[in-house]
């Protein structure tokens, strides 16, 4: 049962808001926990006991570092409390994430064949692995001052953000769930959370998973051994490149809304990072929370600013390289990590030439750059990712098909992929990534995520200037509810969200 999922949407959610309107105040609290630990315990029965452990050891590490905190002379133990909490979750997250991927590349290099385990990964780990890391580094701080177990519990387990984040603060969502009068039925809440709910179902089951028909078939073509061609390998790329956009902006906005059932605001997540004319501002845009993450808890780690000038590159190559890793256990993702650290290096070093370039070459150099790395992301293997980027640039062989061609092995011989299908979903996706306003401007007098105003001030490409706001009227109710039919009509089989399985 996942958010795009027909259960889910007529029987979980409404029952869950029910009650937590219904009894409200404490008792809401606990309907919203116990319901969060039902959601996590559907999805995979066998780690409930684990995220419940979890949940429980670095609710005691912090307790204890909030008391020690408050004891001048026990200010010695901290660190050992502190590390003891860092290394026992990521001891956990590499053991379930990373620990098969460590003894097959010993394998490899050591010629031995130590047996890999069956290890089934838990849903959400990266994502409460480093929420839980975050606070017990703040109340490691100081910056934490008490906190009660129900709390922690519906913080760490909320639902809307389990699995696939945001990656929140303690700090920005425990008052919020403490406040007592969020439990009060507020119907300008519930409108914008069904807005952006099933906005966000329509970009993840009409979009999203239309994409997915080109992408995978190309990508999984490849993998095989498949070669494929100048037309085939932009294809894949650019349909990857728009699938996980809408993905992953349709789970952002889905958590979004959901958490607006309950009069709560998360953090934002996802802002048009499509339209960005750098790749420091990408990172500002796409992610946000993870990007805060890393920046907050490895760069300023490692040194941050701080440092010389060829340390503060390095930084930032290692602290994305840890973001790739996080994604996932593989070489792919290390390289994309690697590429983007990279990026980064060189998107800093060009702003201190002080260079102006006009905003659509840069635009183009980012998105480009962006495209590069989303074929690692998503291939196979490092070999897949360099035959899509050899295809891309001609090399494997660079000829557009001749229409008599076309009509006898196909545009796409390699994956058999519609060319229709291929050309209007990339084109329509592509268009509504560039030239449509996201939903957090089309509600920005709504305030319904908790953002900086720099997210209005970063630089990006606006092309057709286009102006719409979500207003509380009849208009919008009707073209919300056409939104929500089309979206649940399309809703056949549900398909995970990409975030899912990190």
Sequence with gaps: MFFNSLPFIFLFLPLVAGGY???????????????????????????????????AFNYTIGWLLIRENRHPDRAALMPFTLWAGILVDLGLLGYYKYFNFAIGNLNQVFGVSVPLQEILLPLGISFFTFTQIAFIVDAYRGNVERIGPLSYVQFVSFFPHLIAGPIYHHAAMIPQMEDAARSRVDWTNINLGVFFFFFGLAKKVIIADTLATVATPIFTAVANGGVPMLVESWAGALAYTLQIYFDFSGYCDMAIGIALLFNIRFPLNFFSP??????????????????NFLRDYVYITLGGNRVALPNQLWNLIITMLIGGLWHGAGWTFIAWGGLHGTFLAANHLWRRTEIVLHTYVNWIVTFLAVIVGWVFFRADSVESAMRILNGMVGGNGASVPTSSAIVHVGLFPLSNV?????????????????????????????????????????????????????????????????????????????????????
């Excluded at 630089?459 to 056409?482: C, F, H, K």
């Design 274 to 291: 499509y339209r960005v004319t750098s790749v420091i501002d990408f990172w500002r845009s796409w992610n946000i929370t993870l990007s």
């Design 418 to 502: 519609d060319p229709a299908v291929a050309v209007v979903s990339i084109a329509a996706a592509l268009a509504i990534a560039l030239f449509l306003p996201n939903l957090y401007d089309m509600t920005r007098d709504f305030q319904t995520a908790l953002a900086s105003d720099k997210q209005y001030r970063i630089q990006r490409i606006d092309p057709l200037r286009l102006r719409i706001s979500y207003g509380l009227s009849t208009r919008w109710s009707a073209i919300v509810g056409l939104v929500a039919f089309l979206a649940i009509i399309s809703v056949q089989t549900t398909s995970e969200f990409l975030y899912f399985q990190f």
């Design 21 to 55: 309107y219904l009894l409200g105040g404490k008792r809401g609290q606990i309907v919203l926990a116990v319901a969060s630990l039902f959601f996590y315990f559907q999805l995979i029965p066998e780690y409930l006991p684990l995220f419940l452990v979890s949940i």
